[in-house]
């Protein structure tokens, strides 16, 4: 639990000076009482009121002091509840070497499998969005809820040449994100474009990115990383292919999974970088990343919560004050 205004909590050191003149003024009453009433009286009136009657009322109006303190402080706690909005872009590599067969029945099939299985399991209410990115990079689907949309799209992605990693993450930021539109046609290639305020809440979008090799052209990857974490939002990486695997096509080799530079996505954006080896861990990376959605934690103010239960506290003493001792203590 965290507080906007902790500074109200020092009222709560009061309390105990509540306490000390409720005793002293119960004392005073005693000896008073002692002073002018016969021992018999006393005795009867002891018998007929109980200690916890007497005393309940005003520790109850006590706890509502400490909860309207607590109010004050505007408290607010971590709910864990299913995710109803938000927006996942997924950037999808569709260079050559994803037909390469070493998860079968191949890399970019088995990675088809699994987003298609994350889109349908997704709850209601998220839009999803694909980025497809070899040599550059395209919007293939905008953010939508039509998830046969999203799904069209994801099986016919074509696989062509060359890998740019930094243009993937740069078009999935433009998805959710005001482009400086003098700085769209920059002819240096290498930095990427500067952007204005995000369209939409940081804390409701996620870009998850899956790539299988190096960047081999377009802006530096941690560069636009360093851009996405500016603007507040989160990566997530998925480096797919196992390490042992290489193969060459048209005379040139395969670019090597850069997994350091995934990480560095992850890391530098608050997401996580997932290792796939075949095609049922690239599943369970899906679904994990999946389950962020379904519950998802989030900040939500709980001042009423604690103004109500002041409420109750005060109806509690006054009703209780009123039947067992015929007046408020």
Do not use: C
Request: avoid cysteine; charged fraction near 15%; charge should be positive.
């Amino acid at each position: 639990m965290t507080f906007a205004q902790p500074a109200a909590l020092f009222a709560l050191l009061l309390l105990p000076l509540v306490l000390g003149a409720y005793v002293w003024v119960q004392r005073r009453r005693r000896r008073y009482t002692l002073r002018y009433s016969s021992l018999s009286l006393l005795a009867d009136a002891a018998a007929s009121r109980s200690a916890l009657r007497r005393h309940l009322p005003a520790g109850l109006y006590v706890l509502m002091l400490a909860a309207l303190v607590l109010a004050a402080a505007r408290p607010s706690a971590t709910i864990v509840a299913p995710e109803s909005s938000g927006i996942v872009i997924l950037a999808i590599d569709v260079s050559g070497s994803m037909r390469n067969n070493d998860i079968a029945p191949s890399r970019i099939e088995a990675a088809k499998a699994a987003v298609r299985t994350f889109v349908n399991t997704e709850p209601k209410g998220i839009k999803i969005g694909v980025v497809a990115f070899s040599n550059s990079a395209l919007l293939v689907t905008p953010p939508t809820d039509d998830r046969k949309q999203v799904l069209t799209a994801v099986n016919i992605l074509p696989l062509t040449r060359g890998t740019n990693i930094g243009d993937g993450l740069r078009v999935a930021l433009e998805a959710v994100s005001y482009l400086d539109a003098d700085a769209r046609e920059s002819p240096d290639a290498t930095e990427p474009p500067p952007l204005r305020a995000p369209t939409v809440s940081p804390t409701v979008a996620t870009i998850v990115l899956l790539s299988d090799g190096a960047s081999t052209t377009g802006p530096n990857p941690l560069g636009v990383a360093d851009q996405i974490a500016a603007a507040g939002f989160k990566v997530h990486t998925v480096g797919i292919g196992t390490r042992q695997f290489s193969s060459f096509q048209g005379g040139g080799r395969f670019m090597q999974l850069d997994d350091t530079t995934l990480k560095g996505i992850a890391s530098t954006t608050g997401g996580k970088y997932y290792s796939a080896q075949n095609a049922g861990e690239l599943r369970e990376i899906y679904g994990n990343i999946a389950k962020e959605h379904r519950l998802a934690q989030h900040y939500t103010d709980i001042t009423f919560a604690f103004a109500a239960i002041a409420l109750l506290f005060l109806l509690a003493a006054v009703t209780l004050g009123a039947v067992w001792l015929g007046r408020l203590p």
